[in-house]
């Protein structure tokens, strides 16, 4: 089945440090990826929709200057948080769709931890 | 606005007993699709199911069946012989077609505990 990649699994750095998260469809092209994050307990709250070689499309109240996000290829999107503040501790995790009748399908997501 | 309800936010089943977690949605698309999620503790996201609006028959996979009965908004989960494994929080989702692309939101989940 189709797999996606996430890396790192697991962050623990300084306040002000910006940060970048990878998310890579390994055996198929994804045209559209996700970036979500979620807190404790809580459900996945939508971030912002990749689309491969355009600009992201950002929920309401997510700061884009805040979370970049970078579709560069049909097959890797890119979340850095810059500037990561304790308040920026989450647990972030991506999908990607190949077409519409297609589920999507997660990385394993990023531990966040910002001291 | 697009919604999805999951009110049960605890369920406990007996293992080897059926279990049924509840979702209901709000939309006012003709053209949708349903998800159900599970999310062990370890984060990672692992898909059960998808039962699209236009699909006829409840969509079956192994121990989990979707009853999707669309006059209700409603498209509940249930997971039969439940095992210990299935500990883990399920997550309802629907996907809606947005300005020539697709976006899914996520109900709050529920936390489902199988006893011994």
């Known amino acids: 089945g189709a797999v996606v990649s996430q890396h790192p699994s697991w962050v623990i750095c300084k306040s002000g440090t910006s940060v970048k998260i990878e998310c890579r469809s390994l055996d198929f092209q994804a045209t559209t990826m996700f970036w979500y994050r979620q807190f404790p307990k809580q459900s996945l709250m939508l971030m912002a929709t990749?689309?491969?070689?355009?600009?992201?499309?950002?929920e309401q109240g997510v700061e884009k200057d805040k979370f970049l996000i970078n579709h560069a290829s049909l097959t890797l999107s890119t979340l850095t948080v810059t500037s990561a503040h304790p308040e920026d501790s989450s647990f972030y995790i991506c999908?990607?769709?190949?077409?519409?009748?297609?589920?999507?399908?997660f990385g394993d997501g990023t531990r966040l931890s910002i001291l | 606005a697009q919604k999805i309800t999951q009110t049960q936010p605890g369920m406990f089943v007996q293992e080897k007993e059926a279990v049924t977690l509840d979702c209901t949605y709000d939309t006012s698309d003709q053209s949708y699709g349903l998800f159900w999620y599970k999310q062990p503790s370890s984060g990672e996201m692992i898909f059960l199911i998808y039962q699209g609006s236009y699909d006829e028959q409840n969509a079956t996979e192994g121990r989990y069946s979707l009853n999707f009965q669309k006059a209700r908004k409603s498209a509940n989960l249930v997971i039969s012989a439940s095992q210990l494994g299935d500990s883990a929080m399920y997550f309802c989702?629907?996907?809606?077609?947005?300005?020539?692309?697709?976006?899914?939101?996520f109900g709050a989940g529920t936390r489902l505990f199988v006893k011994a």
């Open positions: 989702a629907m996907r809606e077609g947005r300005g020539g692309g697709f976006k899914t939101i």
């Open positions: 990749s689309n491969e070689g355009s600009k992201a499309t950002y």
């Open positions: 999908s990607a769709e190949g077409t519409a009748d297609q589920p999507q399908h």
